[in-house]
């Protein structure tokens, strides 16, 4: 089955979708974006993504091109063109096109672009073994509260992490953790009370770490959003990752050491039990 991409507009298949080279995303990382799972072809947690998308259209002063509605009727209506079922949704809207410039061009339309993948089933040998990560310092802008485009010290520390043989990178600022490479973070700490950073602008709002702090509460799981430290980190009896993608994470290697027995821990596995069995409520 051809993917089916939606541009300005128009739906058509992924490989015809193109933009001219002289629009914002493309020269200068002008844009944001959002990643939108699809559980048996519905639409998880949309309006938390919708309101993210107007937090960062609002912060980087582009002009929203839709109201809610309209943009849930695009994006269903891209999920059927690739047939539903489990997916994962990528929008993206840019500045637009424009003469080379870094001040805001006048009058611009931004482009709207979105396109959806098959969401593979959660790899059955995470929950056996977890995944590795390293810490590194954060070496990214000052607002990554927004969800732009502009990606590079992401993609850079990512791939430091995948040259050290681990799946993600933790990021440390000034001493304290602030979020993963391309994930948020959690923790458990010695008191078994899962633990992670409040919202500010050194971390991106993740849709999943507001639902895991949502079932927490809901299942009476000791929590809080509060700062803590890489030695915090050390000392962890276990350490999720988060995100709309990857879903909950558990973290078994940390720096080449093992992350409490060195296997995912008895708290993770009560909330992945918790986020499954909320994620299969939503089954037709």
């Given amino acids: 089955m051809t993917s089916v991409a939606y541009l300005n507009g128009e739906f058509l298949p992924l490989d015809e979708a193109c933009v001219p080279v ?26 938390a993504h919708l309101e993210r998308l107007e937090y960062s259209l609002h912060e980087t002063r582009i002009a929203n091109p839709h109201d809610r509605g309209t943009w849930q009727a695009i994006l269903e209506d891209l999920v059927r063109r690739n047939g539903g079922g489990d997916r994962s ?28 993948h098959p969401l593979p089933a959660p790899d059955p040998r995470i929950a056996r073994e977890g995944v590795a990560a ?12 927004i969800k732009t485009i502009s990606l590079l ?8 992490a995948i040259d050290r043989g681990a799946q993600e990178a933790i ?8 979020e993963g490479a391309a ?5 458990v700490d010695e008191e078994g ?6 919202k500010g602008p050194r971390l991106l709002p993740g849709i999943t770490r507001d639902l895991v702090l949502e079932l927490a509460e809901a299942h009476a799981i000791p929590h809080h959003e509060r700062p803590f430290s890489e030695a915090a980190l050390g000392r962890a009896r276990e350490i999720w990752l988060t995100s709309s993608t990857k879903e909950i994470l558990p973290v078994t290697r940390l720096n080449g050491e093992p992350v409490g027995d060195g296997r995912p821990g008895p708290l993770w596995r009560r909330m992945n039990d918790i986020y499954q069995a909320f994620k299969a409520a ?3």
């Fill in 134 to 145: 390293v810490t590194l310092e954060d070496i990214r802008w000052a607002r990554c509260d």
């Fill in 193 to 198: 009370h899962l633990l992670t950073p409040p």
């Fill in 153 to 160: 010290g992401n993609v850079l520390l990512r791939q430091a």
């Fill in 183 to 187: 994930s948020n973070v959690f923790i």
């Fill in 282 to 284: 939503l089954a037709p």
């Fill in 22 to 47: 002289l629009d914002r995303g493309f020269l200068l990382g002008d844009g944001v974006y959002e990643v939108i799972p699809v559980y048996h072809g519905c639409l998880f947690r949309l309006q």
């Fill in 89 to 116: 949704v990528y929008l993206q809207i840019t500045r637009g096109v424009a003469a080379r410039d870094h001040a805001f061009p006048a009058d611009t339309p931004p482009t709207v672009f979105a396109m959806s």
């Fill in 171 to 178: 990021l440390v600022r000034d001493g304290e953790v602030t």
